[in-house]
């Protein structure tokens, strides 16, 4: 594999999994956004958010990407969940490399997610049971668009991760 990976969808729907399972089966080197702004910070992601705003996390996560994109380097990049609807980030990604576009549905999402999961995502806190579905539903709607400029989508909730893998490397070979 000898391009970069950007994989996009919906906070939960499994990129960061699925980047390090990427990463191991074809031994190139997986970017996790979030982590790398962590880690430029010193501070959690809800830390961030908390103490310093949105604005500055969506900053801080940009510039991420383009040092990514810069680099000649090839590499799976899970990207944060909001990453792709702000700014021209979604243009610069399509631009650097193969955007790939995990859908998964709020439900699955929720049911996957753990309390721990739920309480490390800052726009998912203050939301009951009751709630979470009907907000994730709205929001991926409302990011679908974005999401959607991917160019290899997909559908999740019909594919193990193993198959999804599998997936994107018969697409990346086509394409290369
Ligand atoms: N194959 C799987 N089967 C069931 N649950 C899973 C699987 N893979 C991941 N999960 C659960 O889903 C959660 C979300 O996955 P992950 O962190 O990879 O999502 P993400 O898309 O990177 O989210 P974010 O946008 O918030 O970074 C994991 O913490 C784990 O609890
Ligand atoms: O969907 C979002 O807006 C977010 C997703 C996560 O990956 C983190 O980047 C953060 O929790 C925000
Ligand atoms: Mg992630």
């Not at 391009?3 to 390090?20: D, E, I, P």
């Amino acid at each position: 594999m000898t391009t970069k990976v950007f994989l996009v969808g919906y906070m939960g729907c499994g990129k960061s999994t699925l980047a390090r399972k990427l990463s191991r089966r074809t031994g190139v080197r997986a970017v996790d956004t979030d982590a790398e702004v962590e880690r430029m910070e010193g501070a959690s992601v809800g830390d961030i958010f908390r103490y310093e705003g949105e604005e500055r996390f969506r900053e801080l996560e940009r510039s991420v990407v383009e040092r990514v994109a810069a680099s000649g380097e090839a590499c799976i990049v899970a990207t944060g969940g909001g990453l792709p609807t702000w700014s021209d980030n979604m243009e610069m990604l399509s631009k650097a490399g193969t955007t790939v576009y995990l859908r998964r549905s709020a439900e699955r999402i929720a049911a996957r997610l753990t309390p721990y999961g739920r309480a490390k995502r800052p726009k998912l806190q203050g939301l009951g049971d009751a709630e979470l579905v009907e907000f994730m539903r709205r929001n991926i709607a409302e990011r679908e668009p974005y999401y959607a400029q991917a160019a290899l989508v997909l559908d999740c909730d019909t594919l193990s991760d193993e198959e999804a893998v599998e997936r994107i490397i018969h697409y990346l070979e086509g394409n290369e």
